[in-house]
Structure formats: C-alpha cells, structure tokens
C-alpha cells in the first residue's frame, strides 16, 4: 500500500499558481515602444527642420557618435534622421497595405462562408490560385506593372496577402454558421444580412484585427524585400528597405551601423506590434471581458 | 395547426423516413426516442431550419414553401435548444439575447425578463457568467418575444436541475394559456412528458446502415 504523507504545497508553488500579471504589464512595454515610434515618425518631421536627403560628403561612413547617434552613410546622411522617415514611409505601407488587405479578405471569406455552395467553391478556387503564385513573384509582376512607387507598393502587398484573411474568416463562418445561436437568430427572424453583420461578422472580428496588427510588420518585412530588390521606393526616398539595401555596399568597408540602425528598428517596431496584438487578442476574447479591468 | 405530413429528412442519408406529425394550437405533444431517431432533425423541419428530402409542413393551413432564410411564416414559431449555451452569442449580455429578435424593444425585454424571473443584475450579465438554468430561462424569454403560435423545446431541460425544469415548464403552460400556444416537447424523460404532454409520440429506434 502506498504511504500518503500530507505535505503543504511550497510557497513558490503557490505564487507560479495565483493570478495572471494584469494585462497592463503585459500591454505596457510594446505599446510604450509604439507610441515612441509613432510620435517620432509623426512629428520629428514636422518640427525639426533638417534635410534627411542633405548630402555632406566630408562626413560620409562615420561611426555613430554624440553629433549623429547612429553614424552617417556613403553620403554623409544622418542615419537617424533617414531611419525616422523610413519608417514613416514603412508604417504608412504596412498600416494601409494591411488594412486593405484584411478588407478584402473578410469581404471574400465572409461571402464564400455565409453563402456556400457553388459560390464559395469558386471563391476558394480563386484564393487556390492566387495563392499558388509566390506572392513575392506575383508583388513584383504587379510594381513592375504600375511602376515603383508608393501607391505600387502598396498595392502590390495588399492585392497578394488578403488570402490568409480570407481564408481565416471563411472558416471562422463555417464554423460559426453551423453554430445552435446562428439558428436561433434565424427563428427570430434574422435575414442573411443581419446575421452575417450582427453575428458572425463581429464574431470573426478578433481573428481579423489579429491577423491585420501581425500583418503589419509582414507588410513592412515585404516593403523592405520589393525596395532591397529595386522595385519599392525610388532609391533617394528613405525606407527601411532602400536603407538596409544601400548599406549592404558600406558592410563590406565596416559600415555596420547603416544597416544595424533600420534593421534593429524593424525589428523592435515588429515586436512592439505582435506585443499590442496579443493583448488584444485576449482583450476581445468575451470570456475575460469582465475579468478585465483596464 | 402545425402539421409535418410525410416528413423524410436527414443529411447526407435520411435519419427520419416519412413521418407525420401534428400540433394543435393549445396543445401540448411530447415526442420521445431514443438518441438518433431523429427527433431534434423533426424539430428542426418543423422550425423551418432545416429542408426534408420529401413531404411538406403546414402552419394553420399554409404550406411552408421555403425553409431557413426565406421562409415567411417565420416568427410563428419559437425554438428552445437543447443546449443554452451554444445557442446564445457568446459576446452578447442576456439582456442583448432577449432584446435581438425584438430588435431593441426595451420594454417588452422587462415584460419577458420579469416572466422568466431574470433580474436586472442577470440581464446585464454575459453567458459565461450566469448558470444554465438562468441562461434557459433567458433563450425562453427570447423564444417567446415574438408570441409564436407554435413553440418547439428541443430537449430543454437536458442541462437543467428539477428545480429549473419545473420553473421553465410553469412560464411555458402559462404562456400557452394565456395565447392558446402549441408546444412540442421533445425530451428523453419519460416522466417529465406524462406530466407535461397532452399525447406523446415515440420515434423508433434508427434503422441500421
């Protein structure tokens, strides 16, 4: 027989189990990050008044130091002042392209969910086709076609990645439709459109704004492969991308702070976004709304 | 009345084979069977969700010529589920629940709240944080907020305590006095049904594929 023996349960046991950090810890970090990025790809611009494309080639490839904090480039630019506009630049195709794209992609997925049948074969079929071409290919077909520029950027990202939205939302509302309280807003008389807008629409919507906020960095990882590759921005205009492609040359001279600048804030602004997303992911999650209380 | 005559429905295969049934406005039909006869698929037919294969409902005399979304007889008929916490949106309040088929009808929510006897301390309370017996009583006020003429319960009390079954059996006979109502009661207590159900109609067993 086994011998029980009662023994208290160690206190640091005790404290692993007691209750989640509140959800501002977890929100504080990224979003304290996020607001120091915006607030300084906003307004520096607007109030400092010095020239990001200022050439001065006595000062060119020197290493960070108090006068510029990170160096300067092959042309004697401030890299930090370059690495505020570029972001700018990146945000604006990031925030829009992914927004864009979840708009047509919920459009597409909640029409081919709610509806069915041969209309949501055909649909799928199209995202099946879409999706076949790396979307990368089909990004650059489609600058090549419109000529690089912003609005091509954007357009290439949004038109190639609204098929993950629309995939996750058609999904989500086959899941949802079949659902016993999808029934019950039918016998109270719900028409397709009401259900769909009261319904399944606004249950979607925190896997929607999840995958928009981690589209986001996704948008500005693809604005930074269409520029490095020469078909983003013109090479003058300042964008993470164009940097990190025009200080590629300098690495071989030991420039190592062009690239490490914008590279290091890509990836911080990234973390930042996929930090706030989570936390907002758990905040529209209806079971923890009341235990929320910020 | 409202008549299922002929009723052969399924899924993909049939699970119901030319069933008819029928309730009376005022009365109250209980229909039993064992799981997978079909019992909540009849339901379902005779809610307008679902379309048969074959055969035709009727309600007070109109044939039901489209089901789910497009079926015009709709509202006269209300809906119990089995399970209220799968048939309620999980992001709405319970006051929310009842208020949807009435489309923000604040004072007949009160009228229906103070029916089933949810507070007010209930009505701003989201599913989760309410009991099923609370949350059965909600669906209720829900399914009667459009006076229907006919009211499916399909299984109702499966998830409930006693206590709870006989308050929601109190509201619903109560309703039905009160507007002449037909109720179908589907429910695997045999018990409850000779005390509730005017008649009761058992399914058979399903047939073996």
Same mark, same amino acid.
């Given at each position: 027989m086994t011998d029980l023996t009662w023994r208290p349960v160690p206190r640091s046991r005790l404290t692993a189990a007691g209750p989640p950090r509140s959800p501002r810890w977890r929100l504080l970090p990224s979003a304290t990050v996020l607001a120091i990025v915006a607030l300084t790809v906003l307004v520096v611009p607007l109030v400092v008044d010095l020239n990001q494309q200022y050439v001065d080639l006595a000062i060119a490839n020197q290493p960070p130091s108090a006068a510029h904090l990170f160096g300067t480039d092959e042309l004697g630019r401030d890299v930090l002042l370059r690495c505020v506009y570029a972001l700018r630049v990146s945000l604006t195709?990031?925030?829009?392209?992914?927004?864009?794209?979840?708009?047509?992609?919920?459009?597409?997925?909640?029409?081919?969910?709610?509806?069915?049948?041969?209309?949501?074969?055909?649909?799928?079929?199209?995202?099946?086709?879409?999706? @076949?071409?790396?979307?990368?290919?089909?990004g650059i077909v489609i600058v090549a076609i419109l000529r690089p520029s912003l609005t091509a950027v954007?357009?290439?990202?949004?038109?190639?990645?609204?098929?993950?939205?629309?995939?996750?939302?058609?999904?989500?509302?086959?899941?949802?439709?079949?659902?016993?309280?999808?029934?019950?807003?039918?016998?109270?008389?719900? @028409?397709?459109?009401r259900v769909l807008t009261r319904h399944l629409l606004p249950n979607v919507a925190p896997q929607v704004l999840l995958a928009t906020t981690l589209m986001v960095p996704h948008a500005v990882w693809h604005e930074t492969a269409l520029s490095f590759l020469?078909?983003?921005?013109?090479?003058?205009?300042?964008?993470?991308?164009?940097?990190i492609n025009d200080a590629q040359r300098s690495l071989l001279i030991g420039g190592w702070w062009m690239s490490l600048a914008p590279g290091l804030l890509l990836i911080i602004t990234t973390l930042a976004v996929s930090g706030v997303s989570g936390v907002w992911r758990d905040r529209l999650n209806p079971k923890r709304r009341t235990e929320l209380t910020w | 009345m409202l008549t299922g005559t002929g009723i052969t429905a399924g899924y993909r295969n049939p699970v119901i084979t030319d069933?008819?049934?029928?309730?009376?406005p005022g009365q109250t039909i209980g229909l039993a069977g064992p799981s997978g006869s079909g019992k909540s698929t009849l339901a379902r037919v005779l809610a307008l969700l679902h379309k048969p294969f074959?055969?035709?409902?009727?309600?007070?005399?109109e044939t039901v010529t489209r089901f789910r979304f497009g079926a015009t007889q709709r509202t006269r008929i209300g809906v119990l589920f089995q399970q209220p916490r799968l048939s309620v949106d999980p992001r709405f309040t319970l006051r929310r629940v009842i208020a949807e088929p009435l489309k923000g009808n604040q004072e007949r929510v009160t009228e229906l709240a103070d029916l089933v006897m949810l507070t007010d301390d209930l009505l701003d309370r989201r599913p989760h944080e309410v009991s099923d017996g609370q949350l059965q009583r909600a669906c209720l006020a829900r399914a009667l907020a459009l006076r229907?003429?006919?009211?499916?319960?399909?299984?109702?009390?499966?998830?409930?305590?006693?206590?709870?079954?006989?308050?929601?059996?109190?509201?619903?006979?109560?309703y039905q006095a009160e507007t002449d109502a037909g109720v179908l009661a589907i429910s695997h207590d045999d018990r409850l049904l000779t005390r509730w159900a005017d008649e009761t109609v058992r399914l058979s067993a399903p047939l073996r594929r």
């Amino acid at each position: 027989m086994t011998d029980l023996t009662w023994r208290p349960v160690p206190r640091s046991r005790l404290t692993a189990a007691g209750p989640p950090r509140s959800p501002r810890w977890r929100l504080l970090p990224s979003a304290t990050v996020l607001a120091i990025v915006a607030l300084t790809v906003l307004v520096v611009p607007l109030v400092v008044d010095l020239n990001q494309q200022y050439v001065d080639l006595a000062i060119a490839n020197q290493p960070p130091s108090a006068a510029h904090l990170f160096g300067t480039d092959e042309l004697g630019r401030d890299v930090l002042l370059r690495c505020v506009y570029a972001l700018r630049v990146s945000l604006t195709v990031g925030i829009v392209a992914a927004v864009i794209s979840a708009v047509v992609g919920t459009a597409v997925g909640a029409l081919a969910g709610s509806i069915g049948g041969w209309f949501d074969r055909i649909l799928m079929r199209l995202v099946d086709a879409v999706a @076949s071409v790396p979307h990368l290919l089909l990004g650059i077909v489609i600058v090549a076609i419109l000529r690089p520029s912003l609005t091509a950027v954007i357009i290439s990202i949004a038109l190639t990645h609204w098929l993950t939205s629309a995939r996750i939302v058609r999904s989500e509302v086959l899941s949802l439709r079949a659902r016993p309280f999808i029934d019950a807003a039918i016998v109270g008389g719900a @028409s397709r459109t009401r259900v769909l807008t009261r319904h399944l629409l606004p249950n979607v919507a925190p896997q929607v704004l999840l995958a928009t906020t981690l589209m986001v960095p996704h948008a500005v990882w693809h604005e930074t492969a269409l520029s490095f590759l020469g078909l983003g921005l013109p090479p003058h205009a300042a964008s993470v991308g164009n940097m990190i492609n025009d200080a590629q040359r300098s690495l071989l001279i030991g420039g190592w702070w062009m690239s490490l600048a914008p590279g290091l804030l890509l990836i911080i602004t990234t973390l930042a976004v996929s930090g706030v997303s989570g936390v907002w992911r758990d905040r529209l999650n209806p079971k923890r709304r009341t235990e929320l209380t910020w | 009345m409202l008549t299922g005559t002929g009723i052969t429905a399924g899924y993909r295969n049939p699970v119901i084979t030319d069933v008819s049934l029928t309730v009376h406005p005022g009365q109250t039909i209980g229909l039993a069977g064992p799981s997978g006869s079909g019992k909540s698929t009849l339901a379902r037919v005779l809610a307008l969700l679902h379309k048969p294969f074959a055969g035709s409902v009727t309600i007070d005399g109109e044939t039901v010529t489209r089901f789910r979304f497009g079926a015009t007889q709709r509202t006269r008929i209300g809906v119990l589920f089995q399970q209220p916490r799968l048939s309620v949106d999980p992001r709405f309040t319970l006051r929310r629940v009842i208020a949807e088929p009435l489309k923000g009808n604040q004072e007949r929510v009160t009228e229906l709240a103070d029916l089933v006897m949810l507070t007010d301390d209930l009505l701003d309370r989201r599913p989760h944080e309410v009991s099923d017996g609370q949350l059965q009583r909600a669906c209720l006020a829900r399914a009667l907020a459009l006076r229907p003429r006919y009211l499916i319960c399909d299984e109702m009390t499966t998830m409930l305590d006693a206590s709870s079954t006989a308050a929601l059996v109190g509201v619903i006979r109560a309703y039905q006095a009160e507007t002449d109502a037909g109720v179908l009661a589907i429910s695997h207590d045999d018990r409850l049904l000779t005390r509730w159900a005017d008649e009761t109609v058992r399914l058979s067993a399903p047939l073996r594929r």
